[in-house]
């Protein structure tokens, strides 16, 4: 599969370290909530606690309520229980969530499925044949690959008016990309014709939380590839542009002094500067977040904490797991989010 590299994003001149182990919960698959959340009293309430709904005065105009979360195995929780987008639309009246988020994928891969950068593709025999499946040669982003697993991802999309699934599938010897029409279809497709993702389409003016760039970190250009990628997102939603970006989160090794501590520092500071209002740090919890969780802190998670880190008890495993969080851990982030969607009036 050759990756063309120069797909330019939706604006112009746009200013890794992820366990590779396999995760048996929310593994990379796009979870997707069509239901009203809010109006959930199982799983999600018996797991977190239940927080204040938005006041009568706060309540969002009449616009569209959805939440889009887009990511990496962050977004969709690996490590816990649930997306923390769902413990978002928990807490808040009324508001569908859709939480998309692949493992070990960079921020540029992300940006393709959230629609910022446009998706062009060659296909064997520049042709469509009926309904069966025909063989990617070219894309422009391999936007469902990940290094971390063999697993299987498609997306729906449509190309010259023609509704069909891009699939991706892998194993040892290699990744295939093909594409299938969702009717019988001969239709001509030109090499690198544009792929209009469905998600990327009706999520334009939804309100977008994005958690891009851990598996960015460690690489010489990180910093250049996140801020380009965030850029072209933001500029791909619809106006006015409703948006949070988060902070890139440090690993558990990622201790103070390392030159993964300084690259992400810089980093989220760049981003906090760029962003101001709809920035959400990622720095290490308060103790009054902590408490808000009902959390108390061993010693080691003082150490952590003295470190700038995210304390060991909010991830999932840090002796297999050096990256994700666990339900607590995600808790954090949700209220940092809850807490911005509220300000900003979202």
Known sequence: MIEDQKTKPHIKNPDHSLSRRRFFLHSGAAIFTTTLLSSCEGLIEDIFPKSDKVDDEEQVPDRDKTLAFFGDSLTIGAGGTAPYGSIVAAALSGRPVLSDGIVGQVASRIAVRQGGTPLTISIEGDKLNGIKPVKITKLSNQFLSTPTNYDEYSRTGSIGGVRCTIRRTAS????????????????????????????????????????????????????????????????????????????????QSDRKGTENFDQVAAINEKLAAKYGKSFVEMTSPTDAELAEISYSPSNDDRTDLENFNFPRGLRADVGSDEIHLNDKGYQIIANRVIKRIKELKY
Not at 174 to 183: S, V, W
Not at 196 to 225: F, H, M, V
């Open 172 to 251: 040892e010897s290699g990744e295939n990309y093909t594409i299938t029409p969702a009717t019988v279809s001969v239709l001509d497709v030109p090499a690198d014709s544009e792929f209009i993702l469905d998600d990327a389409s009706r999520l334009k003016t939804a309100t977008q939380i994005l958690w891009y760039g851990r598996n960015n970190i460690g690489k010489p250009d990180a910093e250049e590839q996140i801020i380009a990628a965030l850029d072209s997102s933001i500029a791909y939603i619809a106006a006015p542009a409703r948006y949070i970006v988060v902070g890139v989160l440090l690993a």
